[in-house]
């Protein structure tokens, strides 16, 4: 790109265009973003709002600082779970009263996948990905293992998961967006095919939550779980979500039996029974202080309209990838995500032989994405703060990097990465 | 007490005068309190301290709103968790490398019991105590559920506990100190007696830990668990610890098998390795706002001499109770705490016909305790925040309110009361 100063030239005009006519441009405003960087992670960690900022401190300061105990009713702390549940519930197409916010991903993981296997005794087997986020695959053998390792794991490569659904099959557990490769299964049919052999489905939604068009209700899904603090910008550790479909309510039962998912939790019986509905989904108190930041964050998501963030992220994620074809072919980047946008959800993976070092290098000059294990450089588009014209950057500080081979300094070897 | 104004100036002068001479009383300024309220409901939530408050600020202004993603190494965020854990296990006992902040108590509660039925897989007995605290026991009632109701849950008169642990015993799950009466189990005589035997003990620390001696270390305790909202100060829904003893690290498994229990969470390996020693017992991610505020406040309690903060505690509790006994004898309270200071923890409990109506005329009037099911009225003793003339704004009310019983007031009557 250094030496087409023509052709850059254009490209920052065009990306320039599109950003003056983002309907959505003025959202950025809403977000606190460290200056002089490019933030392309927030399929990892979404960033602070101003919304969240000020109801971090309306929390502390107002609720827990003078409210005190009686926050839990004053201030709505004991509906949250449910409330904020419900308005998630809007991201993903869900129907109020199906959804609680709670815990992390992998403990209502564990909660789901335990009721879904009650909810079918006389079944086994368990399909699943290789490849999975690796939590998933983590709380399925820990399931199993404390259930007597009578579950037979079916862990299969991604092509072979549809066939690999049958009779003998009790629960399948997939990644609905890959975390590495974005891969998109398709939800509709996965659930059909599933239904059609009496398995029951659990959804990880962690990178589609207000990242792409998911629907839970009219796909008939049955239960699903979701993560906080990426494309929903909830803060680090953020709680996270669980949907059962109504259908199963009445069934399901699962084994972390807290008294935050008790009928009547403070009557203070020595009997357990579960609450009517969702809230049988949840364990122990709720997390207020990172529930209050997560609902102001999704709020602000609910302010705007779905099918705009969804068609700019695309947009984004296709412009970049064209970038890099075009300026950085040739140095050492393999597309590890489906070529075509409508394929993948909103990040986007490279392999490359020194990903570590070359994304370390990124970060150091201003542009942050993220890396996993063993090559992968990730970039994710969260259509509310990113401008096209950040593309620009991106792409020309990748190829500076990798033109250069200047991720060959040792300050860029491999440390402890966290995500 | 209204018209025995001579002994109610004796009685306010003698509790000036050990405000004075209280080695703890400048610790009441690093609280942020509601004016005119007396807050006897530390035990249940704890206040906000000066230091929480800052600390949320940094947290979310300048750890996630500047560092973003990069937080988790710059900030600390990856390490709180046994960073945080270490320093709880300075108040409870623990050396070092076996306490983790995570997850709700009622969460680390099927964690350590999965584990620690584990320990002992030829032995099918759970010793508990009836009337311990609910999520204690629905817990217990999920773990036995999902492994097949294989478990016999043997629910003991408290009296009965000590003598029913057996050789069939595989577990003992106890409230150190019980949430209503505030009685205290002998730590020492329960974990030796279940080692004569070959049982596990699990113990609650949710009453304890900042509240009475603790020393889970010197008592050779196996499991404990605890929450950070009451005591520790950590705020509404604040993560909870779990205490493993290092002598199980190697053997011990629980089945919320998440990324972050894994050895190298970073990998990304499809296969679950559980990291050695206490981390193991983390599942997902650490909720990094709600441990920040945490950490706060135990740094508070950390820079207080624990004698001083227990000695203060008991002479709190001891005098309301002789301010109690002075003034209302004979309007219906009774006593359903151990009489002797030493034989409870840092609240006691009172039981009333109306005890729900009067303690919702008492918090109107700005003494804040709280009422649990069907008929406690429990107040709390907070030796950071509590001045001694406090007891004699607490007992002139309630002694006015049962007096007059205004309480029969229909304001007062039930609605849902929540902790």
């Given at each position: 790109m250094a030496d087409t100063a023509r052709s850059d030239r254009i490209e920052l005009q065009s990306l320039q265009a599109l950003d003056d006519a983002d309907p959505l441009a003025a959202m950025r405003e809403r977000f606190l973003l460290p200056k002089n960087t490019v933030y392309m992670n927030g399929n990892s960690l979404g960033p602070l709002c101003r919304d969240a900022r000020e109801r971090m401190s309306t929390v502390v300061d107002?609720?827990?600082?003078?409210?005190?105990?009686r926050g839990w009713n004053t201030a709505g702390w004991y509906e949250i779970a449910g409330r904020l549940g419900d308005k998630i519930g809007r991201l993903i197409g869900a129907a109020p009263g199906q959804t609680v916010v709670s815990d992390s991903t992998s403990v209502n993981l564990f909660k789901t996948l335990a009721a879904a296997v009650a909810l079918r005794p006389e079944r086994r087997r368990i399909v699943t990905e290789a490849g999975n986020f690796p939590t998933d695959l983590y709380i399925l053998d820990g399931l199993s293992r404390q259930m007597g390792q009578d579950f037979d794991v079916d862990i299969r490569r991604r092509d072979d998961v549809f066939d690999s659904i049958d009779e003998q099959t009790a629960v399948v557990v997939l990644?609905?967006?890959?975390?590495?490769?974005?891969a998109i299964f398709p939800m509709a049919e996965i659930n059909q095919r599933a239904h059609d052999v009496g398995a029951i489905v659990v959804w990880d939604l962690s990178h589609s939550v207000a990242a792409v068009p998911t629907e839970l209700d009219a796909t008939a899904a049955d239960f699903a779980v979701g993560c906080g603090y990426k494309h929903l910008n909830g803060g680090p550790g953020a709680p996270a979500f669980t949907y059962a479909a109504a259908r199963h309510h009445r069934e399901m039962r699962q084994p972390l039996s807290g008294w935050f998912g008790h009928a009547e939790p403070f009557v203070f019986d020595d009997d357990f029974v579960p609450a009517q509905g969702?809230?049988?989904m949840l364990c122990g108190t709720t997390p207020v202080l990172g529930a209050s930041a997560l609902e102001a964050s999704v709020d602000l998501l609910l302010e705007v309209d779905p099918s705009a963030r969804h068609s700019k992220a695309k947009k984004l994620s296709r412009i970049f990838q064209e970038l890099i074809e075009q300026h950085c072919a040739g140095l050492g980047l393999r597309l590890v995500s489906p070529a075509d946008t409508e394929q993948r959800g909103a990040h986007i993976s490279y392999a490359h032989e020194h990903g570590y070092a070359v994304m370390q290098n990124l970060i150091a000059k201003g542009v942050v994405g993220d890396f996993r294990a063993p090559r992968g450089m990730r970039f994710g588009f969260s259509p509310l703060f990113m401008r096209y014209t950040d593309l620009h950057k991106a792409v020309r500080t990748i190829f500076e990097i990798l033109d250069s081979r200047s991720y060959l300094d040792s300050t860029y070897q491999r440390k402890q990465a966290v995500t």
């Amino acid at each position: 790109m250094a030496d087409t100063a023509r052709s850059d030239r254009i490209e920052l005009q065009s990306l320039q265009a599109l950003d003056d006519a983002d309907p959505l441009a003025a959202m950025r405003e809403r977000f606190l973003l460290p200056k002089n960087t490019v933030y392309m992670n927030g399929n990892s960690l979404g960033p602070l709002c101003r919304d969240a900022r000020e109801r971090m401190s309306t929390v502390v300061d107002s609720e827990w600082g003078k409210e005190l105990i009686r926050g839990w009713n004053t201030a709505g702390w004991y509906e949250i779970a449910g409330r904020l549940g419900d308005k998630i519930g809007r991201l993903i197409g869900a129907a109020p009263g199906q959804t609680v916010v709670s815990d992390s991903t992998s403990v209502n993981l564990f909660k789901t996948l335990a009721a879904a296997v009650a909810l079918r005794p006389e079944r086994r087997r368990i399909v699943t990905e290789a490849g999975n986020f690796p939590t998933d695959l983590y709380i399925l053998d820990g399931l199993s293992r404390q259930m007597g390792q009578d579950f037979d794991v079916d862990i299969r490569r991604r092509d072979d998961v549809f066939d690999s659904i049958d009779e003998q099959t009790a629960v399948v557990v997939l990644t609905h967006v890959h975390y590495l490769s974005g891969a998109i299964f398709p939800m509709a049919e996965i659930n059909q095919r599933a239904h059609d052999v009496g398995a029951i489905v659990v959804w990880d939604l962690s990178h589609s939550v207000a990242a792409v068009p998911t629907e839970l209700d009219a796909t008939a899904a049955d239960f699903a779980v979701g993560c906080g603090y990426k494309h929903l910008n909830g803060g680090p550790g953020a709680p996270a979500f669980t949907y059962a479909a109504a259908r199963h309510h009445r069934e399901m039962r699962q084994p972390l039996s807290g008294w935050f998912g008790h009928a009547e939790p403070f009557v203070f019986d020595d009997d357990f029974v579960p609450a009517q509905g969702i809230r049988r989904m949840l364990c122990g108190t709720t997390p207020v202080l990172g529930a209050s930041a997560l609902e102001a964050s999704v709020d602000l998501l609910l302010e705007v309209d779905p099918s705009a963030r969804h068609s700019k992220a695309k947009k984004l994620s296709r412009i970049f990838q064209e970038l890099i074809e075009q300026h950085c072919a040739g140095l050492g980047l393999r597309l590890v995500s489906p070529a075509d946008t409508e394929q993948r959800g909103a990040h986007i993976s490279y392999a490359h032989e020194h990903g570590y070092a070359v994304m370390q290098n990124l970060i150091a000059k201003g542009v942050v994405g993220d890396f996993r294990a063993p090559r992968g450089m990730r970039f994710g588009f969260s259509p509310l703060f990113m401008r096209y014209t950040d593309l620009h950057k991106a792409v020309r500080t990748i190829f500076e990097i990798l033109d250069s081979r200047s991720y060959l300094d040792s300050t860029y070897q491999r440390k402890q990465a966290v995500t």
